[in-house]
């Protein structure tokens, strides 16, 4: 009798889908559409992220395709309406910039000025200090807080025409702008320089002058290296540089077929690989530099050549951008006039009146009008007028 009715027990549950292995594995006893509908459904909970993540990229695909479809009908149809949006600085926030720029350079220059008072290094403390009139001090200190004015106007100036020069291929607009806030570096260094020394110039070598010099080589060469347009890769001699690259640049060259071969590179070396590898050392070759000068030599001489080699470097790749010989002021004011008023200055160290003045003149009759004239000569460039301009489609590069 018992085993009758385990028997007719069983083949009920067995009518449900259910038996005595799935009672001690599910601990509960599903019809097996239950069971069936169970087990799709772990399974398509196991799938969902998989898919989630392939919707995602098949989304991002299809956008790609869409914005590549977009930029060839931009450059076939110049002229039509059917251009990606343009960015558009506004003066405001030029102004807000400039404003929280120069702000925080005289706040910070305020605060090391107080803290001079009772730094152990200070000739204030000291009590070493070689006076100039306060008038002079005045000039000097407003002459090295403009550049917190001038940089963030030539960042400007870059960042406007940052759709032209992509349109030349410059290699980065990103990383011109963060060379130049490097300048700002090093000039704040600078100034905490000239605040120990109570801002009479004195040839010295310490870690804020050791600052100034980093971070002015390093901004600089970041500058150059930001600036080289890609259009392409010629190998070049050195001594042909300047002159065959305006006329390939004015030359159209006709595309290679099958039937006619590719041109093989000419002799020698890439004369804009070669720049990039130095421009790319500079931040380690200053350091080397500067602690020879300060441990042996006791002259900077090594690296105002190294910063004239940058400046050279930097000029060419603005020649290149520009195509005009007003580029040669850059380096002039920037490199010349600022080393002979250096070496005034040098010389007539010990003079009250001429070294503030001399001073002076280095920093805004050379590095800063220097500047100054190559951002104007950036922004009011035709070449930089219009980003689907043809007559910087064809710019070479090395």
Same mark, same amino acid.
């Given at each position: 009798?018992?085993? +009758?009715?385990?028997?007719?027990?069983?083949? %009920?549950?067995?009518?449900?889908?259910?038996?005595?292995?799935?009672?001690?594995?599910?601990?509960?006893?599903?019809?097996?559409?239950?069971?069936?509908?169970?087990?799709?459904?772990?399974?398509?909970?196991?799938?969902?992220?998989?898919?989630?993540?392939?919707?995602?990229?098949?989304?991002?695909?299809?956008?790609?395709?869409?914005?590549?479809?977009?930029?060839?009908?931009?450059?076939?149809?110049?002229?039509?309406?059917?251009?990606?949006?343009?960015?558009?600085?506004?003066?405001?926030?030029?102004?807000?910039?400039?404003?929280?720029?120069?702000?925080?350079?005289?706040?910070?220059?305020?605060?090391?000025?107080?803290?001079?008072?009772?730094?152990?290094?200070?000739?204030?403390?000291?009590?070493?200090?070689?006076?100039?009139?306060?008038?002079?001090?005045?000039?000097?200190?407003?002459?090295?807080?403009?550049?917190?004015?001038?940089?963030?106007?030539?960042?400007?100036?870059?960042?406007?025409?940052?759709?032209?020069?992509?349109?030349?291929?410059?290699?980065?607009?990103?990383?011109?702008?963060?060379?130049?806030?490097?300048?700002?570096? +090093?000039?704040?260094?600078?100034?905490?320089?000239?605040?120990?020394?109570?801002?009479?110039?004195?040839?010295?070598?310490?870690?804020?002058?050791?600052?100034?010099?980093?971070?002015?080589?390093?901004?600089?060469?970041?500058?150059?290296?930001?600036?080289?347009?890609?259009?392409?890769?010629?190998?070049?001699?050195?001594?042909?540089?300047?002159?065959?690259?305006?006329? +390939?640049?004015?030359?159209?060259?006709?595309?290679?077929?099958?039937?006619?071969?590719?041109?093989?590179?000419?002799?020698?070396?890439?004369?804009?690989?070669?720049?990039?590898?130095?421009?790319?050392? %500079?931040?380690?070759?200053?350091?080397?530099?500067?602690?020879?000068?300060?441990?042996?030599?006791?002259?900077?001489?090594?690296?105002?050549?190294?910063?004239? +080699?940058?400046?050279?470097?930097?000029?060419?790749?603005?020649?290149?951008?520009?195509?005009?010989?007003?580029?040669?002021?850059?380096?002039?004011?920037? %490199?010349?006039?600022?080393?002979?008023?250096?070496?005034?200055?040098?010389?007539?160290?010990?003079?009250?009146?001429?070294?503030?003045?001399?001073?002076?003149?280095?920093?805004?009759?050379?590095?800063?009008?220097?500047?100054?004239?190559?951002? %104007?000569?950036?922004?009011?460039?035709?070449?930089?007028?219009?980003?689907?301009?043809?007559?910087?489609?064809?710019?070479?590069?090395?």
């Amino acid at each position: 009798m018992f085993l +009758a009715q385990n028997a007719s027990k069983s083949s %009920v549950l067995a009518s449900v889908g259910c038996n005595s292995s799935s009672r001690h594995r599910w601990g509960s006893c599903l019809p097996r559409a239950a069971q069936r509908s169970q087990s799709a459904g772990l399974q398509r909970s196991s799938k969902e992220p998989f898919e989630a993540v392939k919707r995602h990229f098949e989304a991002l695909k299809a956008r790609a395709v869409n914005t590549d479809a977009l930029d060839t009908s931009t450059n076939s149809n110049s002229n039509s309406n059917s251009k990606l949006p343009q960015h558009q600085p506004t003066w405001d926030g030029f102004k807000k910039a400039l404003g929280i720029s120069a702000g925080t350079a005289v706040g910070a220059a305020a605060v090391a000025m107080y803290i001079n008072r009772f730094s152990s290094t200070s000739c204030i403390v000291t009590g070493d200090c070689s006076q100039i009139s306060d008038v002079m001090k005045a000039l000097l200190i407003g002459t090295h807080l403009f550049t917190f004015l001038l940089v963030p106007g030539t960042m400007y100036v870059f960042y406007d025409k940052v759709e032209q020069l992509h349109a030349d291929r410059a290699r980065s607009p990103f990383v011109v702008l963060l060379g130049l806030s490097l300048i700002m570096v +090093a000039i704040m260094s600078e100034i905490g320089w000239h605040i120990e020394q109570d801002w009479y110039y004195k040839e010295e070598y310490n870690i804020l002058n050791m600052g100034f010099y980093f971070f002015l080589c390093s901004g600089l060469s970041a500058w150059a290296f930001g600036l080289r347009l890609n259009a392409g890769s010629d190998a070049v001699t050195p001594s042909t540089a300047f002159l065959e690259a305006p006329k +390939a640049a004015a030359t159209p060259q006709p595309p290679a077929t099958s039937s006619t071969p590719a041109a093989a590179p000419a002799a020698g070396f890439n004369l804009g690989n070669a720049a990039d590898t130095f421009l790319l050392a %500079v931040p380690a070759l200053t350091v080397a530099l500067y602690g020879l000068a300060a441990a042996q030599i006791h002259t900077k001489v090594p690296i105002y050549i190294e910063m004239s +080699a940058i400046f050279v470097a930097l000029t060419y790749r603005f020649w290149q951008l520009l195509r005009t010989p007003k580029v040669l002021l850059f380096p002039f004011f920037s %490199v010349g006039v600022n080393l002979f008023f250096i070496s005034l200055l040098d010389k007539h160290q010990h003079d009250a009146f001429l070294n503030p003045l001399f001073h002076m003149l280095h920093d805004a009759a050379g590095t800063e009008l220097g500047i100054f004239i190559i951002a %104007v000569l950036t922004y009011t460039s035709p070449l930089l007028a219009d980003a689907a301009a043809p007559q910087t489609s064809n710019i070479k590069t090395q």
